[in-house]
């Protein structure tokens, strides 16, 4: 069995999504995710300058070898735009397997261990009032567990993950528009007086069952992420995510030695090196990795291992950047991991988007229910695609008031 061609697709409803088409000489063909946001035009070079012209004449069953043929051969390893090329060409080559199999992926990773996979939402508020209702929206359709990210009095602008029109509940997306930055300023005095006692507001409103997650996106240093963690512990988070920026590792130390407050990490990770330390040394209680961003199911099933052997559960990244062959795979994963725990999941079901990835895969409940189809369970409409071209986008940065740049 032969590779005979593959093709790449930039562009998608609302967002650059970077699709890898595998052709073979059979007839059956892989769908593939290399969508590194913000950045996509750099892996669909990668992948149409290097890596396709290799991949012709492979046979697309050695998946293991062709994912090692591509890494080892780099030289210059890891590093997020060959990951993220790495990893659609690793997700095709697995959809070929499952479609040759005529199984869903889940049952060549060892079949299924629950019967859905829990996800949390992005609840968000311009205040306090604005999130409580913007919960409420996502509990009365049956999600069990929230991130909620609160506007803070006094801030110069909308913090992360905050709506910045009162009102706007539920389908709030961060505007990424454009090649220039938006600038965002950041006040961590301010957000340290206020979040804790709005995240304890939320817990005695809500209640005990409410699984209430908190994104802090990297804005703290690492004794003022203690501090923080120290103060919301009587909150009950499901988890505390991105504290400090996630290059200093050893920053988490401190926070462990002061709060048992649960840790999630690794949305910008993109290998097992960037894990290992994390995991082995307790550092963090969830793995944040992605598929698209740390080298398709191949190794992302190696950190999940890793992660299980050190009761670290998963908590894959599901930004809207994702595309639903990426979050596909995901559910694939998130289906069979002995060690998953929750998954991050953006409503991406607009009728655009499904007609452009038209897939069987389900939210029910909060849960999500993978599809049953061989393979990923989800096609990609070429025709469709001709819809959509690239537009340059960036994420916002973040300066302190006085100029000072931060952490986005
Ligand atoms: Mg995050």
Request: net charge negative.
């Amino acid at each position: 069995m032969k590779i005979t061609g593959a093709k790449v697709f930039v562009g998608g409803p609302g967002k650059n999504y970077v699709t890898l088409k595998i052709m073979t000489d059979q007839g059956v063909y892989g769908l593939g995710d290399a969508t590194l946001n913000n950045r996509e035009t750099l892996p669909a070079a990668y992948l149409n300058d290097y890596l396709i012209p290799n991949l012709i004449g492979m046979d697309p069953r050695n998946s293991e070898d062709i994912w090692q043929f591509f890494y080892r051969g780099a030289y210059f390893r890891r590093g997020p735009i060959a990951m993220a090329a790495f990893a659609a060409i690793d997700m095709a080559l697995w959809d070929i397997k499952g479609k040759l199999a005529n199984m869903p992926l889940y049952q060549l990773f060892g079949g299924k261990s629950r019967d859905g996979a829990l996800v949390y939402a992005h609840a968000t508020g311009s205040d306090l009032s604005d999130l409580k209702d913007s919960i409420r929206y996502y509990i009365d359709q049956g999600y069990k567990a929230v991130r909620v990210q609160c506007g803070i009095p006094g801030m110069p602008t909308a913090g992360y993950g905050v709506a910045e029109t009162k009102g706007d509940v539920a389908n709030y997306i961060t505007d990424f528009s454009g090649i220039k930055p938006k600038v965002e300023i950041w006040d961590t005095d301010r957000y340290m007086r206020y979040m804790p006692d709005a995240l304890m507001d939320i817990r005695d409103h809500f209640g005990p069952d409410l699984k209430i997650l908190h994104d802090v996106h990297h804005r703290l240093t690492p004794r003022e992420a203690a501090a923080f963690a120290k103060s919301v512990e009587p909150v009950g988070l499901y988890w505390l995510e991105d504290p400090t920026p996630a290059e200093d590792q050893d920053a988490l130390k401190m926070l462990r030695q002061h709060s048992t407050v649960p840790v999630a990490i690794g949305e910008v990770f993109n290998s097992v090196w960037d894990c290992n330390k994390l995991i082995e040394q307790n550092l963090i209680d969830f793995i944040r990795v992605s598929v698209t961003y740390a080298g398709g199911i191949t190794h992302v099933k190696r950190i999940v291992d890793l992660a299980g052997l050190h009761n670290v559960r998963t908590g894959f990244h599901g930004a809207p950047s994702h595309s639903p062959i990426s979050m596909a795979a995901q559910a694939h994963l998130n289906a069979w991991a002995p060690n998953f725990g929750i998954q991050e999941y953006l409503v991406l079901g607009t009728p655009e988007c499904d007609a452009l990835f038209p897939s069987d895969h389900k939210l029910q409940n909060g849960m999500f229910q993978v599809s049953d189809g061989a393979g990923l369970g989800v096609d990609f409409d070429e025709s469709e695609a001709e819809r959509y071209h690239f537009k340059a986008g960036s994420h916002p940065i973040v300066r302190l008031e006085d100029g000072t740049m931060w952490d986005y």
